[in-house]
């Protein structure tokens, strides 16, 4: 079984840009989360991919938007890189055949580091 | 508003001492408690959570609605235990089944030492 994992490890952009992270689900799963950890914070959730859909989001704006692909992988994208911006960006999947609570696993993360 | 406080960031404890990291949740409904938990150069894991009941790594944590708080709890501390606990609630209600969105703590950094 093959766990969670994202790439880049590392990105430095400058502000404006735009920027893609990629996250794979672990084997089984179908439902992938977003978060941001800012230095110093939990985790903070962006949004939850099931189905390829969209399925709840957090409070963070439209320039952060996301995909999942029919193999359950999934996108992270952020337009016009703000100096906030800078966390670390944790992936988690989970799967919906196990019952009530779906425990999610996460990967290693992407450090994003925007000057 | 659904929030998760973890008013320490830091516990420095002696090997064989008792540790109690300590959580403080606000929601509105039946909630659904977590601890996760950061090893060196580890990714974030799941400790425990309270539906289960169960003791993990000596670790245990007991749902207060009362005191609306989730602490954990390990009788004698242990160097291995030294990590970054994060408490989490669950965010349910506009998710269906298969989805869950966690609300984290800041985390409250563990100091074992010997």
């Known amino acids: 079984e093959t766990g969670v994992t994202q790439s880049p490890t590392h990105l430095i952009k400058t502000r404006g840009q735009q920027v893609t992270l990629r996250c794979s689900s672990q084997s089984g799963h179908n439902t992938v989360s977003w978060y941001q950890q800012a230095l110093g914070q939990g985790p903070q959730f962006i949004f939850q991919y099931y189905r390829e859909e969209e399925n709840g989001r957090g409070n963070f704006p439209p320039r952060f938007s996301g995909l999942q692909f029919p193999n359950y992988s999934s996108e992270l994208n952020v337009n016009a890189l703000e100096l906030d911006d800078s966390a670390l960006y944790l992936c988690?999947?989970?799967?919906?055949?196990?019952?009530?609570?779906?425990?999610?696993?996460f990967g290693p993360g992407t450090r994003l580091t925007v000057l | 508003a659904q929030r998760v406080t973890q008013p320490e960031k830091l516990l420095s404890v002696f090997k064989g001492a008792p540790v109690e990291l300590k959580c403080n949740y606000s929601y509105s409904g039946s909630p659904e408690l977590f601890w996760y938990v950061q090893y060196s150069r580890q990714r974030l894991q799941l400790l425990l959570r309270h539906i289960s009941r169960e003791s993990i790594k000596g670790f245990t944590a007991d749902l207060n609605k009362g005191e609306t708080s989730f602490h954990l709890k390990k009788p004698f501390a242990q160097e291995e235990d030294s990590a970054m606990y994060y408490c989490a609630l669950r965010r349910g209600t506009i998710f269906n089944q298969a989805g869950t969105a966690l609300i984290f703590g800041k985390g409250t950094t563990l100091s074992v030492s010997s």
């Open positions: 988690a999947s989970s799967s919906s055949a196990s019952g009530a609570y779906n425990e999610q696993f």
